[in-house]
């Protein structure tokens, strides 16, 4: 014979009908008054010890909020995108907390302008104002569509390019401005290309070199009054290395892409020294750092390469995130 438990539901109506002990509703028409939002507790004022030890963190505040913001092409039209935000602060030791939705609220305050690594030092401020902090960053990312020719067909299409501005002002005050660029293209390996060539030239047998699709990671840090649009960066990576991957294409651009793969052979190595050479030329880039990943199709693995210019207290070619190169 069972039994049924006969105790009291917090949330939910007993079997008998009981009511519940806490009572649940929503009032839809309830709207705050000034009075009652002063009287709304903030933890941010609470007195108790914060938990753990009581040291300074380097980073905290929010990743991966989104809004549509404008952002000004080379060409001066200014297009919407979605941008993904992340925004940190340091923390000082004496601090418990901050209060997140200030770093949102500051973007949002700005959200009509148009965003460049300089506006976001006004929000920096913002930042450090409301949130009592003493180092703050912020990068945007998006999909800037950049449009490309083909080859030799005369068509066109919509290439798209994970970008990403940053700011990061410190704790001394000074501001630095970032950006950061993914670069896709095909790279023909020199060593397949002139063991095909033998074996033609020795047996007549046909063969194929192997190419890969590759991505670069640039990241490069600007002078002080320096811009750089997205596009500057796409034409340094193109002058580079001159196979990027294409949109539109007919059979003559088909055709075009195999000699020019053919005449700009590339090992990984060589990738990342012409893109050093190409950005180290530029006077509005101060450092730079660069990833480049060939994904093999001779390999089961991937070849890589890190580069950087070699500033002092710069980047450090400090770089193992080459998972996040595969495309």
């Known amino acids: ?88 602060v340091s923390l000082d030791a004496n601090l418990k907390g901050i209060n997140m939705s ?49 080859l030799r067909s005369g068509l066109e299409g919509y290439q798209y390019y994970k970008a990403s501005i940053e700011g990061r002002l410190l ?25 095909a060539e033998h074996a033609r030239d020795m047996r007549d047998a046909y063969s194929i070199p192997h190419s890969q699709r590759s991505k670069a990671r640039v990241s490069v840090k600007l002078a002080p009054e320096a811009s750089l649009a997205i ?12 196979t990027e991957t ?6 003559e651009d088909e055709q075009a892409f195999a000699e020019l793969n053919g005449v700009f052979i590339k090992f990984v190595e060589d990738a990342a020294r012409l893109l050093y050479k190409e950005l180290d030329a530029d006077d509005r880039i101060v450092d730079f750092q660069i990833a480049c990943s060939h994904l093999e199709s001779l390999h089961s693995h991937d070849a890589v390469s890190v580069i950087c210019k070699g500033v002092p207290g710069g980047f450090r070619a400090d770089f193992m995130d080459f998972d996040d190169l595969i495309c």
């Open 171 to 195: 704790k001394s005050g000074v501001f630095e401005k970032y950006v950061h660029f993914d670069y896709i293209y095909s790279s023909s390996c020199p060593c397949s290309a002139e063991l």
């Open 246 to 251: 294409q949109v539109m294409v007919k059979r």
């Open 231 to 242: 596009e500057d960066l796409q034409l340094h990576c193109l002058n580079a290395l001159k």
């Open 1 to 88: 014979m069972s039994t049924k438990n006969k105790s009291k539901m917090y949330l939910h109506k007993t079997e008998e009908g009981e009511a519940p002990q806490v009572a649940r509703s929503y009032d839809a028409e309830f709207l705050p008054s000034e009075g009652y939002r002063e009287s709304m507790p903030d933890v941010m004022n609470s007195k108790e010890s914060m938990q753990g030890s009581a040291v300074p963190i380097q980073q905290v505040g929010v990743s991966n909020f989104r809004l549509p913001l404008r952002f000004r092409k080379a060409s001066g039209e200014i297009i919407t995108l979605e941008a993904s935000v992340v925004g940190t």
């Open 102 to 150: 200030r770093i949102i609220r500051s973007f949002y305050e700005k959200k009509d302008e148009v965003f460049t690594p300089d506006t976001l030092k006004e929000i920096l401020d913002s930042f450090r104002d409301k949130l009592e902090s003493f180092d703050a960053r912020i990068r945007l990312s998006f999909n800037y569509p950049i449009i490309q020719k083909s």
